[in-house]
């Protein structure tokens, strides 16, 4: 855990003031596009960034990805699962989301360490168990926050506004809908 740079406080409150002036841009959709590669495995790229009515077209394909299952769950092995890709989409929501309030705040870290944890029941998946959920039963969070000169009060508080702006945490805590549409090839 070294030190690292914060965020630009100006840049935070430009921004904020940006999204006050024109809610347009407080929209923002992010896409991935996959290929099987066999197996359990999924190669995917990033697609374009869209931020209200624009594009950032330099987003396409500028990022990969692959999932895999590890072999104890009849995978190769050969990636990270799609389940530590949820861990880690929250783990890197998290980070951004307390150094962007910490800086608004005038927080200063020194540093911080997230680790997730996320609990499956393989019963629900496999149809085993009607009574099993199929998806998550449990999420954990540990933060590791060393912040010098600042109260353990004020970084619970810094915790909490982070779990109630998480965009990534709100996703996983709230009933999102999630449309499938089929294109027979």
């Known amino acids: 855990m070294?030190?690292?740079?914060?965020?630009?406080?100006?840049?935070?409150?430009?921004?904020?003031?940006?999204?006050?002036?024109?809610?347009?841009?407080?929209?923002?959709?992010?896409?991935?596009?996959?290929?099987?590669?066999?197996?359990?495995?999924?190669?995917?790229?990033t697609g374009k960034l869209r931020q209200g009515d624009s594009t950032d077209a330099s987003r396409t394909g500028r990022f990969t990805m692959s999932s895999d299952e590890p072999t104890s769950l009849l995978g190769a092995d050969t990636a990270a699962s799609p389940g530590e890709y949820v861990a880690q989409a929250l783990a890197g929501c998290y980070t951004a989301t307390l150094v962007t309030n910490a800086t608004a705040l005038g927080i200063g870290v020194r540093s911080m360490a997230v680790e997730v944890e996320v609990d499956f029941d393989l019963r629900g998946f496999l149809g085993l168990a009607s009574d099993a959920p199929v998806g998550a039963s449990e999420v954990r969070v540990q933060v590791r926050l060393d912040a010098?000169?600042?109260?353990?009060?004020?970084?619970?508080?810094?915790?909490?506004?982070?779990?109630?702006?998480?965009?990534?945490?709100?996703?996983l805590v709230r009933a999102v809908p999630v449309a499938t549409t089929l294109q027979i090839a």
């Open 2 to 45: 070294g030190e690292h740079e914060m965020i630009d406080r100006q840049a935070v409150e430009a921004t904020t003031d940006a999204v006050r002036n024109d809610p347009g841009l407080a929209r923002v959709t992010f896409a991935v596009a996959g290929q099987w590669a066999g197996g359990f495995r999924i190669d995917s790229t």
């Open 148 to 171: 010098p000169g600042h109260a353990p009060d004020e970084l619970r508080k810094l915790i909490a506004v982070v779990e109630s702006r998480s965009p990534i945490r709100d996703t």
